[in-house]
C-alpha cells in the first residue's frame, strides 16, 4: 500500500505529538479532527483538536492549525483562523508556523489565539511511520496517534493470602484519518479497533480476558453538540470516559 507523508503532513502530526506529550492528562488531543461547523453547516478540517478527555464537555474547546510555509503568518491567516474558531465553536486558537508573524497579526490574534514558532529541523527525527496503522477495514493509510494511557489496578489475592495490586496499562488514541478509537493493551500487545458507529454496540476485550472492556459512543451535550467517546467499563455498571472527539461545532 502506497504510504507517502508530504512534509506538511509530518509537520501537523509533529504539531498534534508535541501537544499531546506537554498537555495535562485531562485534555485529550485529536490530529486531523473534523468538525460539522454550527455557523457554515460544513465539514472542517482542524488540524489538531484539544479538548476535555472525560467529560461530555465541549465549553473549552481549543483548535490548532498548523502553518507549514515559507513566509510569516499575516493578519489575513489569523483572520481566517479565528473565522473558523468561531465556527467549531473554539474558545481558544493556536498557530504554529516555522517562519514568525507579522506585527499585525500579533495584534490581530489578541488574547483569542497564540501563535507559536516551530522550526522545520524538528522534523528531521520525526517518524510517523512508525505508528501502528488503522485496523478498521476500508481505511487507507491511517495511523494511529495514542494520546491517553489509562491504568486499571486489580486487587489479588496471592497463594499464601497475602492481598497484593496489579496494575494493567493501556495506550488509547485513535486513527489520524478516519478518526476511530484504538486501545493496547500493554500485556498482551494486542490491539483493539473501537467504533462508536458500531450498531451491536457489544464491548471489546483483549485476550487477557480481564474484568473489564471497552466501548464507545457517540454523545450530546445540553447544546446538542455531538462528541464520539471511549469508555473503559469496568464492573457494577462503572465506567470512565477515557478518550473523545467532538464531531459537531
Ligand atoms: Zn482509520
Ligand atoms: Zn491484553
Known amino acids: 500500500m502506497k ?10 502530526r509533529l504539531v498534534a ?14 490530529p486531523n479532527a473534523s468538525i460539522l461547523g454550527a455557523i457554515t453547516g460544513i ?27 515559507k513566509r510569516k503568518i499575516d493578519v489575513k491567516d489569523v483572520e481566517t483562523f479565528r473565522g ?48 501502528p496503522r488503522c485496523s478498521r477495514p476500508r481505511c487507507k493509510n491511517g495511523r494511529v496517534f495514542w494520546d ?3 491504568e486499571v489496578s486489580l486487587g489479588l489475592l496471592a497463594l499464601d493470602g497475602t492481598p497484593t495490586r496489579l496494575a494493567f496499562v493501556h495506550s488509547v488514541g485513535k ?8 486501545v493496547s ?6 490491539i483493539l479497533c473501537i467504533p462508536e458507529d458500531d450498531e451491536t454496540n457489544v464491548g471489546h476485550q483483549c485476550p487477557c480476558r480481564l474484568p473489564w472492556f471497552w466501548l464507545a459512543s457517540i454523545e450530546k451535550d445540553e447544546r446538542g453538540a455531538q462528541s464520539a467517546e471511549l469508555h473503559l467499563v469496568m464492573g457494577h455498571g462503572k465506567f470512565r470516559t477515557v478518550n473523545r472527539r467532538s464531531l459537531t461545532g
Open 3 to 12: 504510504d507517502i507523508w508530504e512534509d506538511w503532513k509530518r509537520y501537523e
Open 185 to 190: 493493551c500493554t500485556t498482551c500487545r494486542q
Open 84 to 131: 473558523m474558531m468561531e465556527d467549531v465553536g473554539a474558545t481558544h486558537g493556536i498557530l504554529v508556523c516555522p517562519h514568525g508573524h507579522t506585527p499585525a497579526a500579533e495584534k490581530r490574534a489578541q488574547t483569542a489565539v497564540s501563535i507559536r514558532l516551530l522550526p522545520l529541523d524538528r522534523l528531521e527525527d520525526f517518524d510517523p511511520t512508525t505508528w
Open 148 to 150: 491517553g494511557y489509562p
Open 43 to 69: 465539514k472542517r478540517q482542524i488540524d489538531v483538536l484539544i479538548e476535555a478527555r472525560h467529560d461530555t464537555d465541549n465549553s473549552r474547546r481549543i483548535i490548532v492549525d498548523a502553518k507549514r510555509r
Open 175 to 182: 486513527c489520524d484519518r478516519c478518526g476511530v478509537f484504538h
Open 17 to 30: 505529538r508535541l501537544m499531546a506529550d506537554q498537555l495535562s492528562t485531562e485534555l485529550c488531543v485529536t
